[in-house]
Nanobody, 116 residues
């Protein structure tokens, strides 16, 4: 049974940084791309960033390019999202999942709140 557990969220001032972690267990992810997604209050969940588990190739939504960096540790089965220069509009619950996302893999997410 695949389990994805997000952590690392918190409250930060605009311009600050956070590093999110997504620990994966219960499955083999070498053939997947892994993604970070976010859902702001009153909005639909949206894609943020993707990384190929095998090659490390990455892709970002335009709004976070140059500020966020996705990475992974194959040894730890963990995907990270380094978020710098945070803006109030980055406030959301952040989730990781396979990309394209699998409906059974959504975890609880981790709350990121950026104050102005």
């Amino acid at each position: 049974q695949v389990q994805l557990v997000e952590s690392g969220g918190g409250l930060v001032q605009a311009g600050g940084s956070l590093r999110l972690s997504c620990a994966a267990s219960g499955g083999t992810f070498s053939s997947y791309a892994m993604g970070w997604f976010r859902q702001a209050p009153g909005k639909e969940r949206e894609f943020v960033a993707r990384i190929s588990w095998s090659t490390g190739g990455t892709y970002y939504v335009d709004s976070v390019k140059g500020r966020f960096t996705i990475s992974r540790s194959r040894a730890k089965n963990t995907v990270y999202l380094q978020m710098n220069s945070l803006k109030p509009e980055d406030t959301a619950v952040y989730y990781c999942n396979a990309d394209p996302p699998h409906s059974d893999y959504w975890g609880q997410g981790t709350q990121v709140t950026v104050s102005s």
